[in-house]
């Protein structure tokens, strides 16, 4: 219906933000993406663009010829442009590159240089920077020059004459200063500059225990290269903690939501043959007493409760790990206290249930040696899952390996097979 | 040793920032904490309490007497302290009230009137306003009156001679203006403000969305009551990643990762309880086919790999959805699309790793008949675990329920009991 297109065509274009229509294009299934995307104007394409994921970003550039592509993108600032570029083809940056001017094109390969997820890749070269023994009155007067400051500019940044960092000047501070007296009495020396090479984790955590709206970047040296600022960060502490929730569950931390089937599909399709290889690993344990569950049927009733505390008990120890190393609260200096701290938990939670296990069994099958069985199996499964719990997560990052992705698959297999050993071996013991 | 810890407090009390020694302090078991906390100087504690977690401030506020606590917490921000107080008991709130100037105690009573997890609660009275009709000039010698601008000051606010909202000034828009022309020339009123009851989750996602450093906090009839600060915002969303996460594994979402044991062995022991009775559903329905397990032991053997495989995928369904949940991008008008998604990719990977699974089956305990009975079971539970998957959490939020919290809890259930169901069951027909 042409009226209705129409109106969401207009409202695409004026009534909404370009972040709202990104959200509404993220919001949505694959076709009425496509659909709402064409409706964009050229000249909001750009600003839509920054506010859509990686992936999305790179479906619709690919789409574009390179005149259509540097015409949307030209006004972007370099972070959000290096971004983008990062996930295209090199003939298409290069062209990017040559559109631009000495300048932005100076800027933007030095943006590019460093790793995406690095405080240069972060960076944003819009800097304003001021000389530390000019006064007051002339820095207000060479603002009053620009015809607009860059958005989240808090700080003016004092450099020498070779570029080096000196510090900073809050515009707070600027506004409130004696017009009369010189920069050098009022910037901040005492500040937080942040390395070109720092991973954007950890320029994260500065940020936040810091409470920075922007902060200086530098190079070697202490040369001044660009600034962050809290809206770029903002996205990496979404990222970052979104990456253990997802990746907990064997899912990409920049799944889409809305990923067409086959792509999900295919996605899934490794999680669960990596699961499968645990699931067979405990039913070959099982399969070692196939003759004592013969015997006792019941043993078949009760196996998987054994297993599934030590599931449960052991993920609650893996999820808390994960947080804590997240948050940078977890190192091995404080990993004993962990450790005992998880084993007495496992050790009085192991007994409690253990009673409550063992009396609801010998009542359902009138036979006190299953109680007392299966106490003794949950009893050992819930300190093996205190302990894996708790040392794989260190052992995991030790090796390089991701605890999010990896732990909770390595914990299952553990607590699946400590359980099912344990609960049939002392059966086949008890029942000989 | 004496020197060691002259050094230490040295460093506590010079050296590192208030956030620094507040992250000191919540990576350190609990001893260790209260020596550390105990060698803060009075006049930093104010800045360390802000920075510490609400159970670690509540601990260490408690053992404070009505003096110490006014005159640690006189110089914090509004905000700051009304969070800290709202985990208070209300003597103590009265007595730090009536210790306090009659525009600061109004100021804090404002902020307590809302709730803590709203705008209202979040927001700070720290404002600078102006009058729309004085010059640029005015205001930037109104600006100098101040010995200081508070933090996160980004715009001033222009109201009305009753305090009613107008627009922002920002301060980037000020610097740049001519002195001569009016606020009224320059301000910008089309611009987000935020109702004092809007729920925090959505605050943060309008600042995360709009890029927002700091935003006006409007009462009814758009009376100005103050503003709330991307530095605030960032813990919200802090807090809200963490929520999924830790919710899944029946965490507090603000559990600390150094909790004494008797106090971290009783939170778990509730969620071991909870995870115990869906243990027991699944061995009723085990129980319910004894009869067939006995004459096919196989059957024991093989029956965890149906469960398991369904509980894999279950949760990823899951997981994705409660993402999109917290993302504000998956609703009713989108559920039929991401429901059919989800099933077909069910089916998909269902018939990919029944194949699998059956041929495995049958290679291990040479029959053709369990085969052919597990990849059924497979299939159906696969089926099974895509549609609650996706259905539970707009079920459970429909309901009032938090889906993080109870969606993996029931998930399991359902995809035990079906698959234990459909291959037992499916069993107990074909070896009859």
């Not at 996205?235 to 997802?246: A, C, G, Q």
């Amino acid at each position: 219906n042409s009226g209705e297109l129409q109106q969401v065509r207009r409202m695409m274009n004026g009534g909404l933000k370009p972040a709202d229509v990104a959200h509404l294009i993220e919001s949505s299934p694959p076709k009425i993406r496509t659909l709402l995307w064409n409706m964009v104007d050229q000249d909001n394409e750009g600003e839509v663009l920054q506010y859509l994921s990686f992936d999305l970003q790179e479906s619709f550039l690919r789409e574009m010829n390179a005149e259509e592509l540097i015409a949307a993108v030209e006004h972007l600032d370099i972070d959000d442009l290096a971004d983008m570029l990062q996930h295209l083809p090199s003939t298409i940056i290069s062209e990017v590159l040559r559109s631009m001017d000495q300048q932005d094109r100076e800027r933007l390969e030095q943006v590019l240089s460093y790793p995406e997820d690095s405080a240069g890749g972060l960076m944003n070269t819009d800097t304003i920077t001021v000389r530390a023994d000019i006064s007051i009155d002339t820095a207000l007067r060479y603002l009053r020059w620009h015809s607009e400051i860059p958005a989240m500019t808090d700080s003016l940044f004092v450099v020498s004459r070779k570029d080096v960092f000196i510090g900073i000047l809050p515009l707070t501070r600027l506004l409130v200063s004696d017009p009369n007296i010189s920069i050098r009495e009022v910037m901040i020396t005492d500040t937080i500059t942040i390395p070109a090479t720092m991973p954007d984790t950890d320029v994260a955590k500065l940020f936040e225990r810091h409470d920075l709206v922007s902060a200086p970047v530098v190079g070697d040296d202490n040369v001044l290269l660009g600034r962050i600022t809290i809206d770029d960060v903002v996205d990496v502490i979404r990222e970052e903690s979104d990456h253990s929730l997802m990746s907990m569950a064997g899912l990409d931390d920049d799944a889409d939501t809305f990923s067409p089937t086959l792509k999900t599909a295919r996605r899934r399709a490794v999680w669960l043959g990596i699961n499968l290889i645990t699931a067979f690993i405990a039913s070959a344990v099982i399969g070692m007493f196939e003759a004592t569950i013969q015997k006792v049927v019941a043993l078949a009733v009760l196996m998987p409760i054994v297993a599934s505390m030590g599931g449960i008990a052991g993920s609650q120890t893996l999820t808390l790990m994960i947080r804590g190393q997240a948050l940078g609260q977890v190192e091995r200096s404080n990993m004993g206290w962990l450790l005992n701290r998880e084993l007495l938990v496992g050790l009085l939670n192991g007994v409690l249930w253990a009673v409550v296990i063992a009396c609801l069994a010998m009542l359902w099958f009138k036979d006190i040696t299953i109680g007392i069985i299966i106490a003794s199996a949950i009893m050992i499964n819930l300190i093996a899952a205190a302990l894996s719990g708790t040392m794989l997560p260190l052992l995991l990052k030790a090796w390089g390996i991701d605890p999010a992705l990896a732990g909770s698959v390595i914990l299952t297999t553990i607590t699946d097979v400590v359980g099912f050993m344990s609960f049939l071996g002392l059966a086949t013991i008890f029942y000989a």
